[in-house]
């Protein structure tokens, strides 16, 4: 076994031997909200949100963008499990930021192998064979945060299958103070109506 999986079993039977009343967790979210947010590490929306388990849908995904299968998520977040309010929330200094579709298409089309940034230029650790299959992929990169979340937000607003009910609020986490800071423009483009 690898150091990481010894780590993380050692850890969920921690977990598990204190698991207790969280048995009789209800499968809809208890306080009935969804947040859209990014995979980056430095993100743990359950502390920047205070959340506890049970309280809230998390959905995430590079960069916390509004693609297809976050919308499936939150449709289903809404329709069959009762969240009324949703969050997007971007953060500073995104990864997202530091490349193009172009230049993911073509890392991949050289080498599947990890790549590295060397002043300011991706470039593939190892040699091929690589896959012309991310030309087929939209990545969703982006250039400035706050568009960013706006695009989002109105994406999902203006998706058929979301109600206009539901309040959908725009914030950029901000990864040097831990503050969540609203995109005014975003909760204006998500307002219920």
């Given at each position: 076994?690898?150091?990481?999986l010894d780590?993380?079993?050692d850890?969920n ?6 698991f ?12 009935h909200?969804a947040i ?5 590490a430095?993100l743990?929306?359950?502390k920047?949100?205070?959340?506890a388990e049970g309280?809230a ?6 960069g916390?963008?509004a693609s ?6 939150l ?6 499990l ?5 969050f997007?929330?971007h953060h500073?200094?995104?990864?997202m ?5 172009e230049?993911m298409?073509?890392l991949?089309a ?17 040699e091929?064979?690589?896959?012309t299959e ?5 990545w969703?990169?982006?250039t400035?945060?706050a568009?960013a979340v706006?695009?989002?937000?109105v994406?999902?607003r203006n998706?058929?299958l ?6 959908i ?15 005014p423009?975003?909760t204006?483009a998500?307002?219920?109506?």
């Amino acid at each position: 076994m690898s150091k990481i999986l010894d780590e993380v079993l050692d850890a969920n039977a921690k977990y598990a031997s204190t698991f207790g009343d969280k048995a009789n967790l209800q499968l809809p979210p208890a306080r009935h909200f969804a947040i859209l947010t990014c995979m980056d590490a430095r993100l743990d929306p359950a502390k920047y949100a205070g959340l506890a388990e049970g309280d809230a849908h998390v959905i995430r995904n590079a960069g916390g963008r509004a693609s297809d299968d976050a919308i499936r998520s939150l449709v289903i977040s809404y329709k069959l499990l009762g969240t009324r309010e949703w969050f997007v929330i971007h953060h500073t200094d995104c990864g997202m930021r530091l490349f193009t579709d172009e230049v993911m298409r073509n890392l991949l089309a050289g080498s599947l192998t990890p790549a590295t940034l060397e002043n300011g230029v991706w470039r593939n650790s190892g040699e091929g064979p690589g896959s012309t299959e991310g030309n087929f992929i939209n990545w969703l990169t982006f250039t400035d945060d706050a568009k960013a979340v706006v695009d989002d937000v109105v994406r999902i607003r203006n998706h058929p299958l979301v109600p206009h009910s539901i309040p959908i609020y725009g914030f950029l986490y901000d990864v040097k103070t831990g503050k969540l800071v609203e995109i005014p423009e975003a909760t204006k483009a998500g307002r219920a109506k």
